[in-house]
Nanobody
Framework: QVQLVESGGGLVQAGGSLRLSCAAS????????MGWFRQAPGKEREFVAIISIWTGTNYADSVKGRFTISRDNAKNTVYLQMNSLKPEDTAVYYC????????????????WGQGTQVTVSS
């Protein structure tokens, strides 16, 4: 099982940028589809972005064109570059891993990090 630790969250003004990191241990991230999800207070956890084993990517419509997911196999780390942040992006962001094909379904992912808080002020 892969262990995941997120970092890089914080407080930023609307229009600003943050880069989240997800450091993996135990297994190599290149063997998994790696996803980012987020959960705002009182809401369900939702899909943000995913990168497949073959480095194909997919994004939620709400972040398309603003967020970029990437993977550094040498550092065994997955990133989420977030630009043009909006107050509605405020949430706890989670990194997750799954075997097999990439999906956007929360319940398909078996390994999760502890989350990192992102707060965007207006």
């Amino acid at each position: 099982q892969v262990q995941l630790v997120e970092s890089g969250g914080g407080l930023v003004q609307a229009g600003g940028s943050l880069r989240l990191s997800c450091a993996a241990s135990g297994r190599t991230v290149s063997a998994y589809a790696m996803g980012w999800f987020r959960q705002a207070p009182g809401k369900e956890r939702e899909f943000v972005a995913i990168i497949s084993i073959w480095t194909g990517t997919n994004y939620a419509d709400s972040v398309k064109g603003r967020f970029t997911i990437s993977r550094d196999n040498a550092k065994n780390t997955v990133y989420l570059q977030m630009n043009s942040l909006k107050p509605e992006d405020t949430a706890v962001y989670y990194c997750a891993a799954k075997s097999g094909r990439a999906t956007m379904v929360v319940d398909d992912f078996g390994s999760w990090g502890q989350g990192t808080q992102v707060t965007v002020s207006s």
